[in-house]
């Protein structure tokens, strides 16, 4: 690939940031090679693209259903065949395995299908008038401008799970991707322009988060944000959003717990758990950090998720062979050595990994060994804040009852499993458990037609991705009709 500069698409037509400005993206597996240079955009950059998604809501807003429905099923197409050249630039901005980027794309074909049939599903209310010759009605309409700030460990399928239920709501969109991983974004882009969708329905704006996302939530003509990344990030998106009353919805950290505890496959318990932790490099904020599990099990549980740990194969996310990519960036390398350091001092077990991997093609990357510690209490910091790495903890307790206390000791709440063959203890935990997400007896892997957000500092607004998006990209409007005296 080679290392071209790429624009910003604002009202159907590529160009450069206001100042001309770019910085580099450099690939986080080999950082000798440069994946792209993007515009460093302003203020007035924002404000072009939201003064266009603007001008182009006032038509799009009344376009038919079915009609926006048919731009997004020429999408669909559109992704499916590019889904391999997608992955690859998946695989080289953000460093996961070639093979998950392309499950990635392909979930984003699969995903938008349910999208794109909301379209005649944005259902209202007819409720009975106490008066005569007076009916009541409740109908759905758009907000209006969207914006749509996606994080970079899932840059196909983040940005379009937002921009396309807020095009089949009637929204228009501006979309802001990850610094580290904008190059994913355009190639979205350049198949909306394909897809034929007019001009202003979608636009993109590259650059600092800082620079750029306050005037994106700040702009008046903004009337929702949607936001996924770190609960730091979301409270001052919501503090900003908060000053005019415009619509959030926050997908935010997670410091997700699983329970084990009277199972009787272990085995099946740590090859699900290891799975649910290590994909991405632990990148995920649906990933398992805390194993919480009874004293009983805890000796064959951790060994079990050892084995299968030191045997993850790590490298260049491009070699079939890979498990596990590098992390994406230098600063999360370190904040990742930083929190593992501070297990050992407060006196945890090191059991696998615990270092950065360096020799041959590892010096040019960021590369964490998976790793394992146990021994951890519920006071520690790795049992408490979110690592995003390919770091797992372990906590041993003596009851399902202090399981479940530990579980919700933590500013957190997005998902939580257990694997248990206790019918009662299953249904305990879905109950008493602080999170938007249960999985009982299975890993923390959501399904593109099922709500997906998270409680506590979590998440705030309306579910995305499932029916509850049409309660974030729309406001009710309640119509009252005499129709007779």
Wanted: proline share 4%; hydrophobic share 40%; charged share 20%.
């Amino acid at each position: 690939m080679a290392a071209n500069t790429y624009l910003n698409y604002i009202n159907g037509v590529w160009t450069a940031a206001s100042t001309n400005e770019t910085y580099e993206v450099r690939n986080p597996a080999d950082t000798t090679e440069v994946v792209g240079r993007f515009p460093l955009s302003t203020a007035d950059d924002v404000d072009r693209a939201v003064e266009a998604a603007h001008a182009a809501f006032q038509s799009w807003r009344k376009v038919p259903a079915s009609e926006r429905a048919e731009y997004i099923y020429r999408y669909i197409s559109l992704l499916d065949e590019n889904k391999s050249q997608i992955a690859e630039a998946l695989c080289k901005e953000q460093g996961k395995p070639f093979k998950e980027a392309l499950t990635e794309a392909t979930r984003g074909v699969k995903e938008m299908r349910f999208v794109a049939g909301e379209a005649v599903r944005l259902e209202g209310i007819t409720l009975p008038s106490d008066r005569v010759g007076v009916t009541n009605t409740v109908v759905r309409v758009p907000i209006g401008v969207v914006a749509a700030i996606s994080p970079w460990n899932f840059p196909v399928l983040t940005p379009i799970r937002k921009m396309f239920p807020a095009l089949i709501a009637g929204c228009t969109v501006v979309l802001k991707p990850a610094t580290n991983t904008p190059l994913t974004s355009v190639l979205l882009m350049q198949l909306a322009e394909k897809a034929g969708l007019p001009a202003g329905t979608v636009n993109l704006v590259m650059g600092s988060g800082r620079t750029i996302g306050d005037a994106l939530v700040r702009h008046p003509l903004v009337k929702g944000i949607s936001f996924t990344g770190s609960t730091q990030v979301g409270r001052r998106i919501n503090q900003l959003a908060a000053e005019n009353f415009k619509k959030v919805q926050l997908e935010l950290g997670g410091k997700n717990p699983v329970v084990v505890a009277e199972y009787g496959n272990l085995a099946r318990a740590a090859t699900e758990i290891v799975g649910s932790a290590f994909t991405n490099a632990g990148q995920r904020c649906t990933a398992i950090s805390r194993v919480i599990v009874l004293d009983k099990h805890a000796e064959e549980l951790e060994n079990l998720m050892a084995q299968q740990i030191a045997a993850l194969r790590v490298g260049n996310g491009m070699d079939e062979s890979t498990q596990i990519g590098p992390v994406v960036s230098e600063d999360s390398l370190r904040t990742i050595e930083s929190y593992v350091k501070s297990a050992v001092d407060e006196g945890a077990t090191m059991v696998c990994g615990g270092k950065r991997l360096t020799g041959g093609a590892f010096d040019n990357g960021y590369y964490y060994a998976p790793t394992l510690i146990t021994h951890v209490t519920p006071e520690m910091t790795v049992a408490r804040e979110e690592i995003f790495g390919p770091v797992l903890v372990v906590i041993r307790v003596s009851t399902i009852e202090e399981a479940i206390r530990v579980a919700n000791d933590t500013e957190y709440g997005l998902t939580a499993s257990i694997f248990t063959d206790k019918f009662e203890w299953a249904l305990d935990f879905m109950e008493d458990v602080e999170s938007g997400m249960i999985h009982i007896n299975n890993g923390t892997i959501s399904e593109g037609h099922m709500p997906f957000g998270g409680v506590k500092n979590s998440g705030l607004g309306p579910y995305s991705i499932g029916q509850t998006n049409k309660d974030f990209y729309t406001d009710l409007k309640v119509v009252y009709t005499q129709y007779k005296s």
